[in-house]
């Protein structure tokens, strides 16, 4: 019995037979091939898309001159005025004002103001040329008043913030352009 079994088992190895090459089949390739036109497709949308973006962005959007978007800003602050007796609202009214008119004088004269503190923006105020030295001094005066409410805590009035308010709104108006002054005025009488 042993022989047929060894004979048995022999037999079945001899029917053996290596195992078949991998072969891609064909719906494999055709995955890949819509896949590849799939990411061609979109990178090629992407490109038109963006070539499109550049060349109508200066058509969405007309620029806004600084002095107009800071006497915008500044009318709209002056809404919160009322609140000044709340210590966070005092806060913001404080930060807000000053962060308007630093905007401003950065973004009118391409003068640094928004990231200095008071002192770097006085120990470098000269180089602005194109502001007189009163209106540099209100600027500073503007800037000072609204860091010691920042800063040091001090309380102000109502009062005291619509004065700070007008201020602003005053160095604005004295250094904007003078061109844009005279169109106003022409603006105004027609």
């Known amino acids: 019995k042993e022989g047929e079994g060894g004979e048995g088992i022999k037999g079945k ?35 038109y898309y963006l070539i499109k973006r550049k060349r109508n962005q200066g058509d969405f959007l ?11 800003e500044l009318e709209n602050l002056k809404k919160g005025v009322s609140s000044l007796s709340d210590y966070s609202k005092r806060k913001f009214f404080y930060f807000s004002l000053s962060d308007i008119v630093r905007s401003y004088v950065e973004d009118s ?7 200095r503190t008071q002192e770097e923006i006085r120990r ?5 040329k194109s ?7 209100a600027f500073l005066g503007i800037l000072k008043e609204a860091d010691l409410v920042k800063f040091a805590n001090i309380a102000k009035s109502e ?19 003078k061109e844009i002054e005279k169109e106003n005025e022409e603006d105004s009488v027609l």
């Open 13 to 47: 190895e001899s029917g053996l037979r290596d195992i078949k090459p991998l072969t891609v089949s064909p719906s494999l390739v055709l995955t890949y091939v819509f896949g590849a036109l799939l990411v061609l497709s979109t990178l090629g949308f992407l490109i």
């Open 62 to 72: 007309p620029i806004t001159p600084p002095h107009e978007r800071a006497l915008l």
């Open 109 to 115: 004269y391409q003068f640094p103001a928004k990231e």
């Open 124 to 128: 470098d105020i000269d180089l602005l």
């Open 131 to 137: 502001i007189e030295p009163p209106q540099q001094r």
């Open 159 to 177: 009062k005291e913030g619509e004065g700070l308010l007008e201020d602003a709104k005053n160095f604005v108006l004295e250094t904007m352009p």
